[in-house]
């Protein structure tokens, strides 16, 4: 079997398996096997197969056809500059938590060496993108989960970024502590319970239910941080589609100013910010 032929066998059998991206999932999945990229694999299409990576590539083809998430079978997914390990100890990067880093980035642009906490920061790629995109940041990053903290630190290690990312198992119920910070950012679990089982397989069935199933997660985290942040120090939060203007009522509330929305590439209101 030559790549092109794969790559249609596998699209065919996603697509019946109603995968809604199958092309690409095939590609993604095909290029793991040869060590190719998308863009290598269309250059060498007529490439024989051996029985073995033939083989390989269908027992990959069946996990994805299950719904197990492209990223966990990879193993690894991009975010901004960096790659990170994924696995379903933690949340998967999406693009719209790339806006949440966009903005943070912005909010301590001009400050040589900002003090920066990240709360649930899961696979730790909001933390690590802060520090690879501003070498002066000194990035603590809170998680409530050992697991996640465990493939954390592989990334920051993987990363380079092992001595600027400090990796604290911390639980919200106990505060942020006596350090103050010039940012506070989060991408907290903000899926209402009642709302788990309308979400796609891929989520529902495989991302852990801890980091994603929360109620009034982004507005117990702008309350703790008014004690965190430095005078002027910035709070941005990534929340659910619809709750911005909520969010950001709470944050007027509580004393912030400054108070800002901003939406993610498909256009929704997505990430939410204020000064203190």
């Given at each position: 079997?030559?790549?092109a032929?794969?790559?249609?066998?596998?699209?065919?059998?996603l697509?019946?398996?109603?995968?809604?991206?199958?092309?690409?999932?095939?590609?993604?999945?095909l290029?793991?096997?040869?060590?190719?990229?998308r863009?290598?694999?269309?250059?060498?299409?007529?490439?024989?197969?051996?029985?073995?990576?033939?083989?390989?590539?269908?027992?990959?083809l069946?996990?994805?056809?299950r719904?197990e998430?492209?990223?966990?079978?990879?193993?690894?997914?991009g975010?901004?500059?960096?790659?990170?390990?994924?696995d379903?100890?933690?949340?998967?990067p999406?693009p719209?938590?790339e806006?949440?880093?966009?903005?943070?980035?912005?909010?301590?642009?001009?400050?040589?060496t900002?003090?920066?906490?990240?709360?649930?920061?899961?696979?730790?790629?909001i933390?690590?993108?802060?520090?690879?995109?501003?070498?002066?940041?000194?990035?603590?990053?809170?998680d409530?989960?050992?697991?996640?903290?465990?493939?954390?630190?592989?990334n920051a290690?993987?990363?380079?970024?092992?001595?600027?990312v400090?990796?604290?198992?911390?639980d919200?119920?106990y505060?942020f502590?006596?350090?103050?910070?010039?940012?506070?950012?989060?991408?907290?679990?903000?899926?209402?319970p009642?709302?788990?089982?309308?979400l796609?397989?891929?989520v529902?069935?495989w991302?852990?239910r801890?980091?994603?199933?929360?109620?009034?997660?982004?507005e117990?985290?702008?309350?703790?941080?008014?004690?965190?942040l430095?005078?002027?120090?910035?709070l941005?939060?990534?929340?659910?589609?619809?709750q911005?203007?909520a969010v950001?009522?709470?944050?007027?509330r509580?004393?912030?100013?400054?108070?800002?929305?901003?939406?993610?590439?498909?256009?929704?209101?997505?990430?939410?910010?204020?000064?203190?």
């Amino acid at each position: 079997m030559r790549v092109a032929e794969a790559l249609r066998e596998g699209e065919h059998f996603l697509a019946g398996c109603e995968i809604e991206e199958s092309r690409l999932d095939a590609e993604l999945l095909l290029g793991k096997v040869l060590g190719l990229n998308r863009t290598e694999l269309y250059a060498d299409g007529t490439r024989q197969l051996t029985e073995d990576q033939a083989e390989e590539f269908r027992a990959l083809l069946a996990r994805r056809g299950r719904h197990e998430p492209a990223a966990y079978i990879l193993g690894e997914w991009g975010f901004r500059r960096l790659t990170v390990r994924v696995d379903p100890r933690v949340l998967i990067p999406r693009p719209e938590t790339e806006v949440v880093v966009e903005r943070a980035l912005a909010l301590v642009h001009d400050l040589e060496t900002p003090e920066v906490l990240d709360v649930g920061t899961g696979s730790g790629a909001i933390a690590l993108a802060i520090a690879d995109e501003h070498p002066g940041a000194a990035v603590t990053a809170f998680d409530a989960s050992d697991a996640a903290l465990d493939l954390a630190r592989e990334n920051a290690e993987a990363a380079g970024l092992a001595g600027r990312v400090r990796l604290v198992a911390h639980d919200l119920a106990y505060g942020f502590g006596t350090r103050r910070f010039d940012l506070i950012v989060s991408n907290p679990p903000y899926v209402e319970p009642e709302e788990i089982d309308g979400l796609q397989p891929e989520v529902r069935d495989w991302e852990p239910r801890q980091a994603l199933v929360g109620i009034g997660m982004a507005e117990a985290i702008a309350a703790e941080a008014l004690a965190a942040l430095k005078e002027n120090g910035a709070l941005v939060l990534e929340v659910a589609a619809g709750q911005a203007d909520a969010v950001s009522a709470e944050l007027r509330r509580l004393g912030y100013h400054d108070v800002v929305v901003t939406r993610d590439l498909a256009g929704i209101e997505r990430v939410v910010e204020g000064r203190r």
